[in-house]
């Protein structure tokens, strides 16, 4: 069916190392591809996002890359921090045309100091 | 700027009982979300509109009903709450479907 598959569920990391969150998606024509960080008891909140025409974007130390032959596309945070900690959702418009996002079931990341 | 804000921020209820969750936002946005967290289910669809007046099913409609009487307003009713949706409910509004969602500050409900 259509999803976004997201991997791994938990990953823990020591500060200052690179972290790593790989998603795949279903429907070759999507086209948007947002990640939403949402900290403990707040609300997500976007953080980067890149469309099917890019295949890497950048933001200070987050950066995310699209492989759309093989439909994944991950987010890559460098010299990794204690307030990075919390849960990271990447989303996708499935299908052409569609009105709505579908997102992953999230990845908590935690920055051991 | 208020943003997205919802209310009320927590509500408990009784099988069978029903509520209405009320979205406001002042960005002027056409569309708007609603969305439910469970623990490791993610961000879950519910039901959404691109614009007053409209509404559309999204992943999981089933016992909610929603109405966008008003460009700034987006309402969630539920006719007769079941356990089954005890959950985090946000609201969201953008733009379009390839801009920033811009997320509420979530309603914990929890029926009993």
């Known amino acids: 069916g259509e999803n976004v598959e997201q991997h791994p569920s938990t990953l823990s990391v020591q500060e200052g190392d690179s972290a790593v969150i790989k998603c795949t998606y279903s429907?070759?024509?999507?086209?948007?591809f947002p990640w939403y960080k949402q900290e403990l008891g707040k609300r997500p909140q976007l953080i980067i996002d890149i469309r099917s025409n890019v295949g890497e974007k950048k933001d200070q130390r987050i950066a995310v890359t699209l492989n759309k032959t093989a439909k994944h596309f991950s987010l890559h945070i460098t010299e990794t921090q204690p307030e990075d900690s919390a849960v990271y959702f990447c989303a996708a418009t499935l299908r052409a045309g569609s009105y709505q996002l579908t997102f992953g079931k999230g990845t908590k990341l935690s920055v051991i100091p | 700027n208020a943003g997205v804000t919802q209310t009320p921020k927590f509500r408990v209820l009784k099988t069978g009982q029903s509520m209405t969750l009320l979205c406001a936002q002042d960005?002027?946005?056409?569309?708007m979300y609603w969305y439910r967290q469970d623990p490791g289910m993610g961000l879950r669809l519910i039901h959404y509109?691109?614009?007053?007046?409209?509404?559309a099913k999204g992943e999981v409609p089933d016992g909610y009903n929603v109405s966008r009487l008003k460009k700034q307003n987006f309402l969630l009713g539920l006719e007769s709450a079941a356990p089954s949706q005890t959950s985090v409910y946000f609201c969201?509004?953008?733009?379009?479907?390839?801009?920033?969602?811009?997320f509420g500050p979530g309603t914990r409900l929890t029926v009993t």
């Open positions: 429907d070759s024509a999507s086209n948007y």
């Open positions: 960005m002027n946005h056409e569309y």
């Open positions: 509109s691109v614009g007053e007046g409209t509404t």
């Open positions: 969201a509004s953008a733009l379009g479907v390839r801009y920033e969602q811009y």
